[in-house]
């Protein structure tokens, strides 16, 4: 057993009732695996919350972590993953990084397909790097009995479960919300899946690229005639999202009830509320939102513009107010401000092209630079269209302290932490597995022999 998978050993269940915190009659059960406080006052009997972090303490035991995690807000849960691609292990991260153990099943000697997809972090796959820090690897092959035995155990003391795979695949392993709620009525399962455990295309596969096609996404995105799909993996994102929130509402609504819950994300239906917008603008038969490459659909002058010196600026204006400052202060041309082609943000949208020749005009005579420092000064929203290396070097990113570094099995490598400041604690930044590294002390603190 090496010494990271010794130090990743959380130690066992040690529950404490508090008081209640005013004077009642404190009746204490037990709610799969978690202490349930009830409180009788007066006559009036009220179910208090599920104690989870402040009721609920776990033994000393060492654990090895960039922060103090048994002080994050999931310190307490546990989460069990049946988990490959994007969608369940983006979710499952953010899990982790408040705190949560997530244990990773995996296929022996393989692990997770996505670990492979590319080499380009020190041998490992950008995509896996990215999803799996803080978690313990366990390899399982789930065709075995003893191999699915072993697994139902460790569920028996989860909070969580989440999956993604094939449809229908843990039902078959007996796994289904349906089979376990009866033997651990508060475990919250969340499904993952491309369109939903119900309606005629439940059975069908789905892959990143085919939802964002299905979900109309494609019509939207690119230029007129070409379309494009999103440089990322922009459906499993916004599956991993929801399945996120959708557990941590289960959380919250299980410390009320002690009863778990089935969650049923579908990629379609992630990506159908991210298509809102151009979905009402195309309301009642009204035309789509057209094909406008990096251009707003519907506002401008929204988008790239060319500047000298072969640079380009982002800019955006929204209303009147900003336009008319454009054109006296930035293009030094306030006749256009009552222009009949560009009066409106609807006749600057359909004139954009000729639009779009003016402010190039006055643009060639400046740098990009140049060209971003007017438009911050005059207060008109801008931006610099960057590549990754400009990313990866932003000074914002930099002021704000949002780097930091995880181990992993080829070393150390930067990591941003999650998205969002919070003051009052410290995300949880942990090492990213190597296959089974914690297959010895997951099963022999589970009492699982093999």
Request: charged share 25%; aromatic share 6%.
């Given at each position: ?135 313990e ?13 072993a ?9 969580v ?18 089979t ?22 439940k ?14 996404f ?9 379309p ?58 009204a ?58 943000t ?14 190039e ?32 070097a ?48 997951i ?8």
């Open positions: 057993m090496n010494c990271r998978a010794l130090c990743s050993i959380p130690p066992s269940w040690a529950p404490v009732v508090t008081a209640a915190s005013r004077p009642s009659l404190a009746i204490a059960s037990r709610v799969h695996g978690r202490t349930v406080q009830h409180t009788q006052q007066k006559g009036d009997v009220e179910r208090r919350r599920c104690l989870h972090v402040s009721s609920i303490t776990r033994q000393a035991a060492p654990f090895a972590s960039n922060s103090n995690s048994k002080d994050l807000p999931l310190s307490d849960y546990l989460v069990v993953s049946l988990e490959q691609a994007i969608a369940g292990p983006f979710c499952t991260r953010q899990l982790a990084d408040l705190g949560a153990r997530v244990i990773k099943i995996e296929r022996p000697g393989t692990g997770d397909f996505n670990r492979y997809h590319d080499k380009r972090v020190k041998d490992q796959c950008s995509h896996f790097v990215w999803t799996n820090r803080s978690k690897s366990l390899a399982l092959d789930l065709k075995k009995p003893e191999d699915l035995a697994l139902k155990k460790i569920l028996a003391k989860a909070d479960l989440v999956q993604n795979l094939a449809p229908g695949a843990t039902e078959r392993m007996g796994l289904g919300y349906e376990l709620k009866h033997k651990h009525p508060g475990l919250i399962v969340c499904d993952i899946s491309g369109y939903g455990s119900t309606g005629p295309y059975d069908k596969k789905a892959y990143d690229l085919l939802i964002q096609s299905e979900s109309g494609l019509s939207v995105t690119g230029s007129p005639g070409m494009a799909k999103s440089g990322i993996s922009i459906a499993d994102i916004a599956a991993g999202t929801t399945a996120y929130n959708n557990i941590l509402a289960a959380i919250i609504q299980r410390s009320k009830t002690g009863k778990g819950a089935r969650l049923d994300v579908s990629m379609l239906e992630s990506m159908a509320e991210w298509m809102s917008f151009p979905m009402y603008y195309a309301y009642d038969g035309p789509a939102p057209a094909l406008a490459g990096a251009e707003h659909a519907s506002i401008y002058p929204y988008g790239p513009f060319d500047t000298g010196e072969d640079g380009t600026v982002m800019l955006g204006i929204q209303n009147d107010r900003e336009w008319g400052i454009f054109c006296k202060d930035i293009l030094q041309k306030p006749d256009l401000m009552s222009d009949p082609r560009f009066e409106t609807s006749t600057r949208s359909t004139n954009r092209k000729e639009l779009k020749a003016i402010i005009e006055v643009f060639s005579k400046y740098t990009a630079d140049d060209v971003l420092d007017r438009l911050q000064q005059a207060g008109i929203a801008n931006a610099k269209l960057n590549d990754m290396a400009g990313l990866w932003h000074p914002q990113l930099k002021a704000r302290d949002r780097w930091t570094e995880v181990d992993t099995p080829g070393g150390k490598i930067p990591a941003l932490k999650p998205a969002g400041a919070a003051e009052g604690f410290e995300v949880r930044m942990d090492p990213i597995p190597a296959v089974g590294e914690h297959q010895e002390a099963l022999e603190e589970f009492g699982i022999e093999r």
